[in-house]
């Protein structure tokens, strides 16, 4: 298997355009989450799913954050509009049912919002 | 609510060296437990997880990390570091009844010198 694949590895994109950030996860995967990491505030779950279906969204910080699984082999997440402070490296990962069997990540997108 | 704390924020250790990263979790309830290793530029990747059973785990690369109940430990040790071990090192726990959200620590930089 390749492993969870993000794209793109790096975004640079001004401030309030949209960026939309992708992941595939590994193919039998139950569940995928969306991570964001930042020298400040360290590794932060955004958001997660089970079966495509959001569970959990309580860590996307505003309105302007959004993601979804339209299927078992695709996830988005998108930000409308960016800003600076958006800056991160951003993390999907996937797992089976139980969370015993580890998170299998992904290399992470750097995006820089100037 | 669960949580995860490393108190070193960084490692410096001399090649060859033994080391040991510290965790300390708090929980209500009984749970699992993770370290992850990300190198530069990469996503997390597994090192070893206590799920039951042993308390001493082993994990890839050399490293192994021992659970610890009444002091509600999982500190990380490898006997001898090699210069591709620096790295920044997360501990992380999840609930064993409900919840697929890892949580994770702040992360401990591994400074391998020769």
């Known amino acids: 298997d390749a492993g969870v694949i993000q794209s793109p590895r790096h975004e640079v994109t001004e401030m309030g355009q949209e960026v939309t950030l992708r992941c595939k996860p590994i193919s039998g995967h139950d569940y995928l989450f969306w991570y964001r990491q930042t020298m400040m505030r360290g590794l932060e779950l955004l958001i997660y799913?089970?079966?495509?279906?959001?569970?959990?969204d309580s860590g996307m910080p505003e309105d302007r954050f959004s993601a979804k699984m339209p299927n078992a082999s695709f996830s988005t997440l998108k930000i409308q509009p960016s800003e600076p402070r958006d800056s991160a490296v951003y993390f999907c990962a996937s797992s089976l049912v139980y969370p015993n069997y580890g998170y299998t990540f992904g290399s992470g997108t750097r995006l820089t919002v100037v | 609510a669960q949580s995860v704390t490393q108190l070193d924020s960084q490692v410096p250790v001399f090649e060859e060296a033994p080391v040991e990263l510290r965790c300390n979790y708090s929980s209500s309830v009984s749970v699992y437990l993770f370290w992850y290793v990300q190198y530069p530029n990469q996503g997390l990747q597994l090192l070893l997880k206590?799920?039951?059973?042993?308390?001493l785990v082993k994990g890839i690369n050399g490293f192994e990390a021992e659970f610890n109940k009444s002091q509600t430990s999982f500190h990380l040790r490898k006997p001898s570091v090699h210069i591709s071990d620096t790295a920044e090192y997360f501990c992380?726990?999840?609930?064993?009844?409900?919840?697929?959200?890892?949580?994770f620590g702040s992360g401990t930089r591994l400074l391998v010198r020769p």
């Open positions: 992380a726990v999840s609930r064993m009844d409900s919840s697929y959200k890892l949580i």
């Open positions: 206590y799920l039951s059973g042993s308390t």
């Open positions: 799913f089970n079966n495509n279906v959001p569970i959990d």
